[in-house]
């Protein structure tokens, strides 16, 4: 839960690094409270099936979104590359696939033009 809460606090950071172990826990416990937040709007009947989303699972949305690309542009630094990488999502496939791959990459080893190794200060 510290990765997550440590995400959440830098809510605004769009600078510096993020190892790939932030990340991917981010999104792992990003995606369970995406699951009960959805299960909750399931059995409460608060989903509208127009949009696909309850009410719940929309305010979480909104609530992670700005942390959410905080930690992606963070970990697309790590990899060396810019945060304007993440406009690769709007080719639907291909987009998807190629941040897949930049997220599960490794860390430059070295100090980049986004600041040193994370995994060297800790």
């Known amino acids: 839960m510290n ?5 959440l606090k830098q809510y605004m950071v769009f600078s ?3 190892r790939r172990k932030e990340y991917w826990m981010f999104v792992l416990i990003n995606s369970v409270f995406g699951v009960v937040f959805s299960w909750i709007d399931t059995v409460s009947g608060t989903v ?3 949009l696909g989303l309850g009410l719940l699972g929309g ?3 909104l609530a992670v979104l700005l942390p959410s ?5 963070r970990r697309l630094h790590d990899t060396g590359r810019s945060g304007w ?3 690769i ?4 496939i291909i987009g998807v696939l190629t941040l897949l791959f930049f997220f599960c990459s490794d860390s430059q080893s070295e ?6 190794n994370p995994k060297v200060n800790t």
Not at 89 to 92: E, W
């Open 3 to 7: 990765w997550y809460f440590g995400v």
């Open 16 to 18: 510096g690094r993020a």
């Open 48 to 50: 509208n099936p127009q």
């Open 59 to 61: 305010i979480y949305a």
């Open 69 to 73: 690309m905080g930690v992606a542009i």
């Open 85 to 87: 990488w993440l406009f």
């Open 89 to 92: 999502l709007l080719l639907p």
């Open 111 to 116: 100090a980049n033009q986004f600041g040193p």
